[in-house]
């Protein structure tokens, strides 16, 4: 998960003051301030990392409903499956009780280097996951299962001993569900772009409820991962509004999508691959004002 929202209020807050020249004497020493650079975390929670530092706001804090996890029916997992390759059970790790638990530990088998995958993050899925501030469907709704609710002994960590050191923002929270993508543009326009035209392929499918439409082979979460009818929960909203919300390729290169076969060097293929299906239109630079829109037009160099 990545922290766009913050980052991008801390990013303008400190932007006010370069541009700004009437400063308070409480801000003069922010009027000091040149070069601002933004760091941005992703793909890893806060507690997954810092979970028990030290007076931080982690799984310490975390009720007792938050510690527990759901199925998709509504009733606790009796225990933590974790899933591996199609969303299966892994047979490497043990089934754990369903609550947070140790991932550098014996029960896990192996060094922490070796077991870190990436869980799925994407928009309908997290809104799922979340379940209304409770926190509880994590699991049920993630291609790994039970791993989400694992965190390390990060202690020995040179991220630790940092935020020793510097400061922990231990209540971040990201600008819009889901993915990077979608984050990375609310870290620098706090705007979604749209995809009109987009292939049905890449849509969302949703049940009366806004959620996403399961198939009816979708096993109990202790047993494996969910079944959408949507890869990787659509990249595209539904109509009429077309956000686009989970990861789709721009149409300029660098793209994950290649040029088209002799064409144009610049530009990824209009027509896609199978792998991200087709990039996104190019958007209108009056519906997406950036934050480098605003230096350049204070003549403000950046990067």
Known sequence: MSLAKTATALMLAALSQVLVPELS?????????RTIVV??????SFDHMYGF????????????????QLDHDGKPLPQLTIFGAG?????????????????NSSAM??????IAPSPIHAFFHNQEQINGGRNNMFAAMSDRGGWVMGYF??????????AQEYTLADNFFMGAFGVSYLN?????CACTPRFADAPPEMGAVLDDDGKLKKKSESPSAKDGAVQVYSASGGQVGPDPEAWSVNTTQPPYQPSGVPPAPEGNLDLANPQGNDRFKRPLPPQKAGNMKTVGDTLSEKNISWA
């Open 184 to 188: 990375h543009l609310w870290l620098i």
């Open 153 to 162: 002994d990060g202690s020995k960590l040179k991220s630790w001993k940092w």
């Open 53 to 68: 530092f030290p007076g931080a706001n982690g799984i310490a804090n975390a009720t007792a409903e938050q510690k527990t």
């Open 109 to 114: 088998k192996m060094a922490p280097d070796k």
């Open 87 to 103: 969303g299966k059970p892994d047979p490497r790790f043990e089934r754990v009780p369903n609550e947070p638990f140790l991932i």
């Open 25 to 33: 004497h409480a801000q003069e020493g922010l009027g000091k301030i």
């Open 39 to 44: 760091i941005y975390g992703e793909n890893r």
